[in-house]
């Protein structure tokens, strides 16, 4: 059994936000799907890893109408581990909150513009209502939104919810140039300095989970499992990940699987695609809007 510590669990290509520069390439109309509740994937890879966190990913995976399942599946196959749901907060509804008791799962809230407000603080604030939440403080102190404000709260099962005002931001991390279909990678596939951008990478403990598959990070799933639809594949700057990069297939061999995590875990070729520093003048201008 390997140990890791996120698994993301990328049930949804799909989002209802247009957000420049999103990390997994959702931010297009071209950008469609979702990922039906499949146990074999669970099943398979419940014996071969054990992760600390399972986060429910896309796109929004608020538009999956299989997340229950998702939710439900994971809880039983990983009793052990910490199930989040990542969310732009915009589809949240009470609904959703009875999931926390039921499955034992926290929310963590992008809100990618402040149009949208009231529907995030109505559900963190129905959560407060029912006195089982207090504030979040970890061995930093009080969980914060990055300017100060409390922003994170817990309960006794140590499910929490935590809100980031993405839309305070002026700029984000590049994991590659432009948006879209007109992206590109910061540097070639075959760039000898693919260590500089592991080292600053806040994903680099991300493996991601598409279709029974695995990938290395969210940036690389995000690329792969979307760029078709972006014609991407068919794009010289990028034909190198297309065609160099290993993804881990569902029911590869346990040779072929360890040898896999002991490479994901490092830097590869395909960390290219990010920036090596926190470059103010590369980073992405933060635009977002409706887009469904």
């Given at each position: 059994m390997i140990?890791?510590?996120n698994l993301d669990m990328f049930i949804v290509q799909t989002c209802n936000l247009s957000c420049a520069g999103c990390q997994t390439?959702?931010?297009?109309?071209?950008?469609k799907g979702v990922t039906r509740y499949n146990n074999d994937y669970l099943e398979f890879w419940s014996s071969k890893i054990q992760p600390a966190y399972i986060n429910m990913f896309g796109g929004e995976p608020l538009l999956?109408?299989?997340l229950e399942m998702w939710l439900d599946g994971c809880r039983q196959y990983w009793p052990d581990s910490n199930l989040v749901i990542q969310t732009n907060g915009l589809r949240l509804s009470e609904e959703h909150?009875?999931?926390i008791d039921t499955y034992n799962v926290s929310f963590n809230i992008s809100q990618h513009m402040p149009e949208y407000g009231s529907k995030v603080w109505n559900f963190i604030n129905q959560a407060l209502a029912t006195g089982k939440f207090q504030p979040w403080t970890n061995e930093n102190g009080p969980v914060q939104n990055g300017y100060g404000e409390q922003r994170g709260w817990i309960n006794s099962d140590e499910c929490h919810i935590q809100l980031t005002e993405s839309f305070n931001e002026t700029v984000w991390w590049s994991f590659y140039k432009n948006t879209a279909e007109e992206s590109k990678p910061n540097y070639n596939y075959f760039s000898n300095d693919f260590h500089s951008s592991w080292n600053v990478c806040g994903c680099r403990?991300?493996?991601?989970?598409?279709?029974?598959n695995l990938y290395k990070c969210p940036a690389v799933?995000?690329?792969l499992i979307n760029g078709d639809s972006l014609g991407l594949n068919?794009?010289?700057?990028?034909k190198d990940w297309f065609n160099n990069y290993k993804r881990l297939n569902l029911y590869s061999q346990d040779v072929i699987i360890d040898e896999w995590f002991n490479e994901q875990k490092g830097?590869?070729?395909?960390c290219n695609m990010c920036a090596h520093k926190l470059d103010m003048g590369a980073q992405t201008v933060v635009n977002s809007k409706v887009k469904l």
């Open positions: 140990d890791i510590p390439f959702s931010d297009s109309k071209l950008v999956n109408p299989d909150l009875s999931w403990t991300f493996v991601n989970m598409f279709e029974g799933a995000g690329l068919e794009k010289n700057t990028w830097p590869q070729s395909c």
